[in-house]
């Protein structure tokens, strides 16, 4: 198919590079008289033009086709069948064995046991003691002491006095005026607008397809073991076979559709409105008023006090002086000491002694043992049967296509110019 492509292509190609060099006047002295590519004539000019061609065109159209198809099927089979088999099957027995044994044998010693006792003595000690002392003595000091002597003084004091005193002060006192104001209102218009909505839908478009399918087919195959008269054991075996088949398989195709409603849209508008308004304020009122102004003023008046003077005196008194006379002092006191005693102590000596004893082992061992049983065998047949599918073949089909196709055709030019030479 490739290659029919290829050189219908190719056959194409060339029809139309042909039909274009003789209708331009491409080669070299062909059809367009003395105009030529590399060199155009004086008052000539190309001119790109195009011309309706026919083309047969070959393209592979896809034809399903409903035809018999014949599949083949495996079919299990259940049947009992007598198997032997082998099983390990654990004993067990008891042995007899030796060993030995070491045995620890005791006897009574007199032995020299040397430990440490306890011993308290008497031990005489010299110690020196701090005792304390007293002494007392006469000493002099110079203390001041204070006279007290009557005088009169002036003292300057203030007091408290009252008056009666007017002052003003200012009080703000509310007012209350109606005004005329105009105001601006945001009114709310209700239209309707219609708009599209666009959404998406799938659809679902059945495509036939080729599906890898693999069925097991029973292939005998040697067990490896030997049935009593010596011949070897068969068994069935499933062996996978691969095989391709068509299958119907649904796919989803989006779809684009629209669809138009009506949206309530809010608009507002602008409106003036003179409304009346109450305007509250405040005015400032100056106000009198007589109030007690309390002042402190001074006053001196004649005052007997008591001043004091410092005398210093001179003193005796007397000091006791403490301190302290080291004194040797002799005692005899309890000394605890620990002095090593020898003494004959009678002990159990034990010695290691081997012994030969028998014992009792339960050794555990495995043995085949041949059992048979009844199982389960699945055998596969294949069973042929005829089936109507649809079939898809490509097939190739010529069509007739017209095309515009460029054509470039050398046409002469009115101006005047310099003389051609062929």
């Not at 002295?29 to 061609?53: K, S």
């Not at 009557?150 to 008056?163: F, I, L, N």
């Not at 508008?269 to 402190?296: A, P, Y």
Request: hydrophobic letters at 30%; aromatic letters at 8%.
């Amino acid at each position: 198919m490739k290659r029919l492509w290829k050189g219908l292509t190719a056959a194409g190609l060339l029809c139309l590079f042909a039909g274009l060099a003789d209708a331009g006047g491409w080669r070299r002295g062909g059809g367009g008289g003395d105009c030529y590519v590399e060199a155009a004539p004086c008052g000539y000019q190309y001119v790109t033009t195009y011309q309706q061609v026919q083309r047969t065109v070959t393209r592979c159209v896809p034809v399903t086709t409903e035809e018999e198809v014949t599949i083949a099927r495996v079919v299990p089979t259940t049947s009992k069948q007598e198997r032997s088999y082998q099983v390990a099957v654990q004993k067990s027995r008891v042995e007899q064995r030796e060993r030995t044994v070491w045995t620890t044998e005791w006897k009574e010693e007199t032995r020299d046991v040397t430990s440490y006792k306890m011993v308290t003595e008497k031990v005489e000690r010299v110690y020196q003691v701090c005792v304390p002392t007293q002494t007392k003595e006469t000493r002099e000091r110079t203390v001041w002491t204070t006279e007290w002597k009557e005088e009169t003084r002036d003292v300057t004091s203030y007091k408290p006095v009252t008056e009666k005193v007017e002052r003003a002060y200012q009080v703000y006192v509310p007012t209350t005026e109606v005004r005329k104001v105009q105001q601006t209102y945001s009114v709310p218009v209700i239209t309707q607008e219609k708009r599209t909505s666009v959404y998406t839908v799938c659809n679902t478009v059945p495509e036939v397809q080729m599906r890898s399918v693999t069925c097991y087919q029973p292939v005998t195959v040697a067990a490896g073991c030997y049935d009593p008269c010596g011949r070897p054991i068969h068994t069935c075996q499933m062996t996978p076979v691969t095989t391709q088949v068509p299958v119907t398989v649904y796919r989803n195709v989006p779809e684009t559709r629209s669809v138009d409603y009506f949206v309530n849209v809010c608009n507002y508008r602008t409106e003036t409105r003179e409304v009346e308004v109450t305007v509250r304020g405040t005015r400032l009122e100056t106000r009198k008023e007589t109030v007690d102004v309390t002042s402190w003023k001074p006053v001196t008046e004649k005052v007997a006090v008591r001043v004091a003077s410092q005398k210093p005196v001179v003193e005796k008194y007397d000091v006791v002086i403490y301190g302290t006379r080291l004194e040797t002092r002799k005692d005899t006191v309890d000394v605890v000491a620990c002095r090593p005693v020898t003494e004959k102590v009678n002990v159990r000596v034990g010695y290691q002694k081997p012994v030969v004893e028998k014992f009792n082992v339960t050794v555990y061992f495995t043995e085949l043992e041949t059992r048979k049983d009844m199982v389960d065998v699945v055998e596969y047949r294949t069973v042929t049967e005829k089936v109507r599918r649809p079939v898809t073949r490509w097939q190739m089909v010529s069509e007739v296509v017209t095309e515009n196709v460029p054509v470039r055709v050398c046409v002469p030019v009115a101006p005047a110019c310099l003389p051609c030479y062929p």
